[in-house]
């Protein structure tokens, strides 16, 4: 059981260059996440999909797009890179029912630097 | 405007001691707060949840209690263990919806258990 898959780990960019982080869940939760984690500044939400075929902005939507492929995948592309979008990128999913905590799972994580 | 505040960045614990992490929050529409751990190169992985209608929550070496007047919440580690070491996110749930769980994080305390 994978759980939550990000790929690539590891990204350099060049300042303009444009991709696209994949991720795909296998736990069939209805919600995914795009979160970026900063030194100093915690897990800050970017884009998020509460179900298949919705997606809305979080904290921090600038300079990304995101694509809800299907129920098991969800995409964060950069259009034009820039380097304060250096970051370390998390994506989750969850399956909040009422009463429930609403715990997320989160990948492995994608280390992007951008020059 | 942060809404969940961990204002210690670190912390060092002798093994064996009681560790206590801080979080304070600022939105008294949260409805559970939750506490993650994060080993280095990992994603977070969720550690303990507490209820907002509850003042203690208790798993294993895990308490988490919860002081609604003061908006304030602790996660105490007894005993600790050099295997804790690692980097915790207090995090809260918005009011279930139905829909989405959109966790707002803390910025992190790094835990040391020291021999």
């Known amino acids: 059981n994978a759980g939550v898959t990000q790929t690539p780990k590891f990204q350099v960019l060049k300042t303009g260059q444009s991709m696209t982080l994949q991720c795909a869940q296998d736990m069939n939760h209805n919600s995914m996440y795009w979160y970026r984690q900063d030194p100093g500044m915690g897990l800050r939400l970017i884009y998020y999909s509460a179900s298949e075929g919705t997606t809305d902005k979080g904290e921090v939507p600038n300079g990304y797009n995101v694509s809800r492929l299907n129920k098991r995948e969800f995409s964060l592309r950069l259009e034009s890179a820039a380097p304060s979008q250096t970051s370390v990128y998390f994506c989750a999913s969850s399956e909040r029912l009422a009463g429930d905590t609403g715990e997320l799972f989160f990948g492995e994580g994608s280390r992007l630097t951008v020059l | 405007d942060q809404q969940v505040k961990q204002n210690s960045p670190s912390l060092s614990v002798q093994e064996g001691r009681i560790s206590i992490l801080n979080c304070d929050y600022t939105n008294s529409m949260f409805d559970y707060f939750l506490w993650y751990k994060k080993y280095p190169a990992e994603g977070p992985t969720f550690l303990i949840s507490?209820?907002?209608?509850?003042d203690k929550n208790e798993d294993g070496r895990f308490t988490v209690f919860l002081n609604k007047s003061a908006k304030h919440l602790s996660l105490h580690i007894v005993p600790s263990q050099p295997g804790d070491s690692a980097v915790y996110f207090c995090a809260a749930s918005d009011r279930y919806t139905g829909t989405a769980s959109k966790l707002t994080f803390g910025t992190g305390t790094r835990l040391q258990v020291t021999l």
């Open positions: 507490i209820s907002s209608i509850k």
